[in-house]
C-alpha cells in the first residue's frame, strides 16, 4: 500500500526539525517548570524542605524514563506505520502503548509507597529530612498516573505530525500548577504537601486535555470498535525503542542517585546544590531534547518510506541546530555568569558559595551533549534502541560513576564536579562507534535495493508483451 501524504515524508528537512522539535522544546519548559516552580516557592520554606525535593528528583526521574520510553516507544511504532500507509496498524499501535501506559501508572499505585519508603532510607535518618522527603515523594510516586499515560498520549500524537497538542496540554497542567502552588502551599499551610498536590492536579488537568485531543485527533483512531486493545506486533516495536529508552534515562536516575550518595557524604548542602543544578540544567537542555524528540519520528518514518536520505539529513540538522544553541548561549551562561542561574533559589551564602563552583564545572558537559543526544535518537528512529541505550550506559556506567568515586577520593568535593565531563568522552567514543556501524548497514542495504531494483527493471524489458 502506498503511503499516505504526510509533511514528514516531503517537507524540506531543516524546516520540519524546526517545526516538530520547536512545540516539542516548548511543551517540555512547561514541564520543567513543573520542577523549577516547586523549587522556588519550597525554597522559602528552608533548606529542609528544598534538600527533599533534591532527593526526590532522580525518582521523579525515573517515572519520567518510563513515560518517556514507552512514549518514544510509542511515537516510533505509530509513525513507522503510517510511513507504510498501514492506518488500522498505527491505531492498534496507540492501543496497545495506551493499555501498557494503564498498567504502568497501576504499579506506582500499589507498590510507589513502599519504594518511596526504602528510597529515603537509603539517604538518611535524619527524622526531619525524612519527614519532608517521604511527603513530598510519596505523593508524587503514588499518583504519578496521571503524568504517565498524560505523557504518553502526547507521544502518540506527536507520532502522527501535531506535535503542537503536546503544548497546549502541558501548557494547561502548568498554568493549575502555578496556581495551586502558593494557595496549597501558604494559603492551606500545607507546605511541602502542597507543592506535591499543585503538581498532581496540573498532571491530571494535562491528561483530561491529552485524552479529548486523541478521540479527536483525525491522524490517529484508538478505541474504535473493530479494532484489536492488544496487538503483539505492536508491543515488540514499542519496547524494542522504548526499553533501551527507559534504560537510558533510568541509568541517568540511578547515576543522579549514586552521586547523590557520594556528595551527602560531604555535605548535605552539596546535594541541594547539585539537585538546583540539575533543575536549572534540564530547563537550558530543553531545546536539545526538542530536536531529539523530533528527530525519533523523522527518522522513523522516512526509514518506513526507504528514504534514508532524508534520515541523514534530519541527522545532520538536528545536531546542527542543538551545537549552535549549546555552546552559543548554554555553556557560555553557565560558565560566565552561573548567579544569574542559582540566583532565583535565594540560596544562603553557604549554599551559594557550593553552587559557585559546582555550575561550571558540572556544565562541561555542554560540549558533548549534543552528540550523545542526537546520536541516541537517531539509532532510536532506526529501532536500534539497545544500541541507543549503549550511548548512555556506557557514559553512566564506564565514565561518571568511576570518575565520580575516583575524583571524590583524589581531590575531594571539589573533583567530584568533574565527573560528567570525563563521563562524556566515553559516551561519546562510543556513539561514534555505533554511527560508523549504522551507517555501514545502511549502506550495504541501499546496494541490495539497488541491485534488486535493476534486476526487476531487465526482468521487465526482456519479459515478452
Known amino acids: 500500500m502506498q503511503a499516505p501524504s504526510n509533511r514528514m515524508g516531503t517537507e524540506r528537512i531543516p524546516i520540519l526539525v524546526l517545526k516538530l522539535g520547536l512545540p516539542i522544546m516548548l511543551s517540555m519548559a512547561l514541564e520543567a517548570l513543573y520542577n523549577i516552580i516547586d523549587s522556588l516557592y519550597v525554597s522559602r520554606l528552608g533548606n529542609g524542605p528544598i534538600a527533599a525535593l533534591s532527593l526526590a528528583y532522580p525518582i521523579q526521574q525515573l517515572v519520567v524514563a518510563l513515560t518517556g520510553g514507552l512514549g518514544l516507544g510509542a511515537s516510533g511504532a505509530i509513525s513507522r506505520r503510517l510511513g507504510r500507509g498501514e492506518q488500522r ?30 528510597y529515603v532510607r537509603f539517604f538518611t535518618d535524619d527524622p526531619a529530612l525524612a519527614d519532608f522527603s517521604l511527603t513530598y515523594i510519596g505523593i508524587s510516586i503514588v499518583l504519578c498516573g496521571f503524568q504517565v499515560t498524560g505523557g504518553v498520549i502526547t507521544f502518540m500524537l506527536q507520532g502522527t505530525g501535531e506535535s503542537l497538542h503536546t503544548l497546549l496540554c502541558l501548557a494547561v497542567g502548568v498554568v493549575c500548577n502555578l496556581i495551586l502552588d502558593p494557595i496549597l502551599m501558604f494559603g492551606l499551610d500545607m ?43 505492536a508491543a515488540g516495536t514499542i519496547l524494542a525503542i522504548g526499553v533501551p529508552t527507559m534504560l537510558l534515562q533510568a541509568s541517568g536516575s540511578i547515576s543522579l542517585t549514586l552521586v547523590n550518595k557520594i556528595l551527602i557524604g560531604f555535605t548535605p548542602l552539596a546535594v541541594t546544590a547539585y539537585g538546583l543544578y540539575i533543575k536549572v540544567e534540564s530547563f537550558i537542555f530543553l531545546p536539545m531534547h526538542g530536536m531529539s524528540n523530533s528527530l525519533v519520528p523523522i527518522t522513523s518514518f522516512n526509514y518506513g518510506a526507504n528514504r534514508i536520505d532524508r534520515t541523514r539529513s534530519a541527522y545532520r540538522w538536528s545536531l546542527c541546530f ?19 542561574l542559582y540566583g532565583m533559589f535565594r540560596p544562603s551564602a553557604e549554599l551559594a558559595r557550593q553552587m559557585e563552583i559546582a555550575f561550571p564545572r558540572v556544565s562541561l558537559c555542554f560540549i558533548g551533549a549534543p552528540l550523545l543526544y542526537q546520536s541516541a535518537a537517531y539509532l532510536q528512529g532506526f529501532g536500534k534502541g539497545m544500541r541507543a541505550a549503549l550511548i548512555t550506559l556506557s557514559r553512566q556506567v564506564l565514565g561518571v560513576l568511576p570518575a565520580a568515586y575516583l575524583l571524590a ?30 551507517h555501514k548497514e545502511l549502506n550495504i542495504h541501499n546496494g541490495a535495493v539497488a541491485k534488486t531494483d535493476t534486476a526487476s527493471s531487465l526482468s521487465a524489458r526482456r519479459s515478452p508483451r
Open 89 to 118: 496498524e498505527a491505531n492498534e499501535a496507540g492501543n496497545t502503548a495506551l493499555g501498557m501506559s494503564l498498567g504502568i501508572s497501576l504499579l506506582f499505585l500499589v507498590f510507589g509507597g513502599p519504594l518511596v519508603g526504602a
Open 191 to 233: 507546605g511541602v504537601a502542597g507543592a506535591a498536590w499543585a503538581s498532581i492536579i496540573g498532571q491530571a488537568a494535562s491528561c483530561a486535555i491529552a485524552t479529548v485531543l486523541l478521540v479527536r485527533s483525525d491522524k490517529l483512531s484508538c478505541l474504535q470498535r473493530g479494532q484489536r486493545i492488544w496487538r503483539k506486533s
Open 322 to 340: 542543538t551545537y549552535l544553541y549549546m555552546l552559543g548561549f548554554g555553556f557560555p551562561l553557565f560558565q560566565i555568569h552561573p548567579e544569574w
Open 409 to 438: 577520593h583524589c581531590i575531594g568535593l571539589s573533583g567530584v564536579w568533574y565527573c560528567y565531563f570525563f563521563g562524556d568522552l566515553v559516551g561519546q567514543a562510543t556513539a561514534i562507534i555505533l554511527l560508523v556501524r549504522l
